[in-house]
């Protein structure tokens, strides 16, 4: 499974557009990126999810340039609500059922006010 | 629609001594998930469940734990006897059988705390 490469921490403001890139050029034909969020004291949710080009739901929007290498998720204007633990992860689609996650540290991000 | 939950939220036991971790998974779920957490670590990978049968026990770290499925509908996961390095969060995860992208549900995790 292809490994994933995030910054560590960011900060943002309230209302502010936040972006992060997540690198992972080892990335197969068959894999396809997604994006959990962890409180503390909760267990990973999962926010979205794609393939190829822009995914956007009710969140987020995940951006995935053609050569799939890296992924962008923006949350747009966050909320204190919004400071939390970001995990990419690359899984593969066509694992049949052996769907295991496999985690990076993730990117903490801290919205202040 | 009930979450995934996890019973307990916290336990704290000495070494040598057997905990039981329970899991119940999203209603309908045959996919069943247990990763651990180790204090700043990584997330973990231990097994994954099809309902009662383990498709891949790949991650269980040595035969101190065991996890069972009974009937394809909750988990336990029994550490015995505990070591100090099991101290950590053990978290369950659930989802739908056989769709192309799986989208896996937590549970809000154990605090295992091994003395």
């Known amino acids: 499974l292809a490994k994933t490469t995030q910054p560590i921490s960011m900060d943002s403001y309230e209302g502010q557009e936040v972006n992060i890139t997540c690198s992972h050029n080892n990335i197969a034909t068959n894999d396809y990126i997604t994006w959990y969020q962890q409180f503390p004291s909760q267990g990973p949710r999962f926010i979205i999810q794609?393939?190829?080009?822009?995914v956007t739901n009710e969140v987020a929007s995940l951006f995935i340039p053609a050569d799939r290498k890296s992924s962008t998720l923006s949350l747009p204007r966050v909320s204190l609500s919004d400071t939390a633990v970001y995990y990419c992860l690359v899984g593969d689609a066509w694992a049949g059922n052996n769907r295991k996650l496999i985690w990076g540290l993730g990117t903490s991000l801290a919205v202040n006010p | 629609e009930a979450g995934v939950t996890q019973f307990p939220s916290h336990s704290v036991i000495e070494k040598g001594q057997t905990v039981t971790l329970r899991c119940d998974p999203i209603s309908g779920h045959d996919n069943l998930y247990w990763y651990r957490r180790v204090m700043g670590k990584e997330i973990k990978f231990l097994l994954h469940?099809?309902?009662?049968?383990?498709?891949?026990e790949s991650g269980m770290p040595n035969n101190r734990f065991l996890a069972e499925r009974t009937g394809g509908t909750y988990s336990t996961l029994k550490v015995q006897p505990a070591e100090l390095e099991d101290s950590g969060v053990y978290f369950c995860a659930s989802s739908q059988l056989n769709p192309r992208q799986d989208t896996q549900y937590f549970g809000p995790g154990t605090r295992l705390t091994v003395l």
């Open positions: 469940f099809v309902k009662e049968s383990k498709q891949d």
């Open positions: 794609g393939y190829k080009t822009k």
